[in-house]
């Protein structure tokens, strides 16, 4: 449940909206129109689950610039979406780096925050780099909305390392502040639970859900398209597959944002999102189509919350697109089984801001 929010409709102003009452439903005509719900206002949140890494000593962007999948040129003094990867191309984790006055701080998942610092300690030789879990020492931020880019002037004051969020549009500004600080940027309001949902519906993923260790592939987790790999930098661990399939130019699945519904494909406007109701989903459980019987299914869950996220084949997601617009007497739907047995109706849509990449 969101609180403190007041129910959305895209088809009226947002600004209108007073965000003192609870969020209970979010209504809107187009799935794309979810992406821009909470963008037009001042909101930031703190980001729990979220561990930092410090690296520093005289080779740390040299060791860094082999270990990720970025350019450590595309920091320019601030920060940038990257990952780390299996020598044989799969995530271990998409990750933040920032430089600092004396290094740079890696933000993962918290969840394989000790797994990356081992393989950063496995990596490290004799290169003269330090690495040091600092967690406990600082707290990661996100900060969205109008205001944010009054409040990228003042960042460096506010933050001990921060950088634009360019995953996707207006995504804002993400500061590691140190816990011995609370960040309190005026005219802002304070809304943890949206930034989950937010990321969800605009399509952006993050995280062990989204980027499953050991097994995704960047390209499928739109790492690319969120600008955290560069296909011209030097070598690095895992970029053999990685720049082979962008060279053949075909990716056949991505990471996509999806509806839950009880009951119906999903496709009836105008579309909703129930923020009282979760599904009892696992993350990575599979996606099937309903009533045909497949050997493989054509998607895979991701993060789970009112909305979703799913790596689903693109070709089957443009079919589901397309059937809403058309009176087609045999319409795909996509569902998913729920802790309990029961159907969850699942209903993908293609970001707007994806270039023509599909």
Wanted: charged share 20%.
């Amino acid at each position: 449940m969101l609180r403190g929010l007041g129910a959305v409709s895209i088809s009226r102003s947002l600004s209108a909206v007073p965000f003192q009452r609870r969020l209970s439903t979010i209504t809107v005509q187009r799935p794309t129109d979810f992406e821009r719900v909470f963008d037009d206002h001042d909101q930031y949140a703190a980001l729990e689950g979220r561990a930092l890494l410090e690296v520093g000593g005289a080779d740390a962007t040299d060791f860094l610039q082999g270990m990720q999948c970025n350019d450590m040129a595309q920091i320019a003094g601030r920060g940038m979406l990257t990952g780390f990867l299996t020598p044989q191309g799969r995530m271990v984790a998409d990750a933040f780096v920032y430089a600092t006055g004396s290094g740079y701080m890696v933000e993962v998942d918290a969840r394989v925050g000790a797994h990356v610092q081992r393989l950063l300690a496995f990596y490290r030789l004799r290169a003269r780099v330090t690495v040091r879990d600092v967690s406990a020492e600082h707290q990661v931020w996100s900060v969205w909305g109008p205001g944010s880019a009054g409040l990228a002037r003042d960042a460096s004051s506010l933050a001990h390392a921060w950088t634009y969020d360019r995953r996707a549009p207006n995504m804002g500004l993400r500061l590691v502040v140190p816990r011995t600080r609370e960040l309190a940027p005026a005219g802002f309001a304070r809304h943890d639970p949206v930034y989950r949902l937010r990321r969800i519906l605009k399509g952006v993923g993050e995280g062990a859900d989204d980027f499953a260790r050991d097994a995704a592939v960047p390209l499928e987790c739109n790492l690319d398209i969120m600008q955290g790999v560069h296909f011209g930098k030097g070598c690095y661990v895992g970029q053999e597959l990685t720049i082979r399939t962008h060279h053949r130019g075909v990716v056949r699945k991505r990471l996509v944002p999806v509806l839950y519904s009880r009951a119906g494909d999903g496709t009836a406007t105008p579309l909703r999102v129930d923020c009282a109701w979760t599904p009892e989903l696992r993350p990575h459980a599979d996606v099937g189509r309903v009533g045909v019987a497949a050997r493989r299914a054509p998607g895979r869950l991701a993060s789970v919350a009112s909305a979703g996220l799913a790596l689903m084949r693109l070709e089957l997601v443009a079919q589901y697109e397309a059937q809403q617009h058309a009176d087609t007497a045999d319409k795909i739907a996509f569902s998913a089984t729920d802790a309990a047995g029961n159907r969850v109706f699942v209903s993908p849509w293609t970001p707007s801001w994806w270039p023509n990449c599909k």
